[in-house]
């Protein structure tokens, strides 16, 4: 089936850090997700990115959707305490689609005061 | 602001039991979703529904498994006889339209519910 490769597993950081992690497949995928789940919470939706090189923000998160289709990155600056959490990528074939997502396996983040 | 709401928030049952989980879209949206997470792994997609049909699933959902949309604002999952590797938390999510594109289209996952299957 498909699969999301995601990394790194887990990052610890210092509050302050800028944060990188990213997914890739395969597989093209045309459309990238990414959510954060906090424990015992469903996912968040945080970006997402519909076209092959684009760019995305939301505050201090940013992502791009890999000209390849096949891999894309999140990016945090500045980390904060609430920070913490499992980000999740989420790939979908289709654009415009009441498809399925496919999901990385996580990355968990925890960030020291 | 609109959300998916799921109850119960955990289940406990013995195995062979059936089980129903709930959960209430948000309320304008066409499709509707369930995803499981075991513990510590990553979320699954089981079966999606739209216009009171399923339009997709997984290798996962199995006859045991039976989605339905009883009236105009539940949709339940259904286990049949429960097993042990049945335990993990069930996701339902919605989606306004299939034809919007950003990220107020996108599927909105509720809190979820856990089950544990003994």
């Given at each position: 089936?498909?699969?999301l490769?995601?990394?790194?597993?887990?990052?610890?950081?210092?509050?302050?850090?800028?944060?990188?992690?990213?997914?890739?497949?395969?597989?093209?995928?045309?459309?990238?997700?990414?959510?954060?789940?906090?424990?015992?919470?469903?996912?968040?939706?945080?970006?997402?990115?519909?076209?092959?090189?684009?760019?995305?923000?939301?505050?201090?998160?940013?992502?791009?959707?890999?000209?390849?289709?096949?891999?894309?990155?999140?990016?945090?600056?500045?980390?904060?305490?609430s920070?913490?959490?499992?980000?999740?990528?989420?790939?979908?074939?289709?654009?415009?689609?009441?498809?399925?997502?496919?999901?990385?396996?996580?990355?968990?983040?925890?960030v020291?005061? | 602001?609109?959300e998916?709401?799921?109850?119960?928030?955990?289940?406990?049952?013995?195995?062979?039991q059936?089980?129903?989980?709930?959960?209430?879209p948000?309320?304008?949206?066409?499709?509707?979703?369930?995803?499981?997470?075991?513990?510590?792994?990553?979320?699954?997609f089981?079966?999606?529904?739209?216009?009171?049909?399923?339009?997709?699933k997984?290798?996962?959902?199995d006859d045991?498994?039976?989605?339905?949309?009883?009236?105009?604002?539940?949709?339940?999952?259904?286990?049949?006889?429960t097993?042990?590797?049945?335990s993990?938390?069930?996701?339902?999510?919605?989606?306004?339209?299939?034809?919007?594109?950003?990220?107020?289209?996108e599927?909105?996952?509720?809190?979820?519910?856990r089950?544990?299957?003994?």
């Amino acid at each position: 089936g498909q699969q999301l490769n995601q990394s790194p597993q887990s990052m610890f950081i210092q509050e302050g850090e800028d944060v990188s992690m990213n997914c890739t497949s395969s597989s093209i995928f045309n459309t990238w997700l990414w959510y954060k789940q906090d424990p015992g919470e469903g996912p968040v939706l945080l970006i997402a990115l519909y076209k092959a090189g684009e760019l995305t923000s939301n505050g201090r998160l940013t992502a791009q959707f890999g000209i390849t289709r096949k891999d894309s990155f999140l990016n945090i600056s500045a980390s904060i305490p609430s920070d913490v959490g499992i980000y999740f990528c989420a790939g979908r074939k289709l654009v415009t689609s009441g498809s399925r997502l496919t999901f990385g396996e996580g990355t968990q983040l925890t960030v020291n005061p | 602001e609109p959300e998916v709401t799921q109850t119960p928030s955990h289940q406990v049952t013995q195995m062979g039991q059936e089980v129903i989980l709930r959960c209430v879209p948000i309320s304008n949206h066409l499709y509707f979703y369930w995803y499981r997470q075991i513990l510590g792994q990553k979320v699954e997609f089981l079966v999606s529904f739209y216009n009171n049909e399923i339009s997709e699933k997984s290798e996962i959902f199995d006859d045991q498994f039976s989605v339905e949309r009883p009236d105009g604002s539940n949709f339940t999952l259904k286990i049949r006889s429960t097993k042990l590797e049945d335990s993990a938390m069930y996701f339902c999510a919605s989606r306004d339209q299939a034809g919007g594109v950003g990220a107020s289209y996108e599927q909105y996952f509720g809190p979820g519910t856990r089950l544990t299957v003994t």
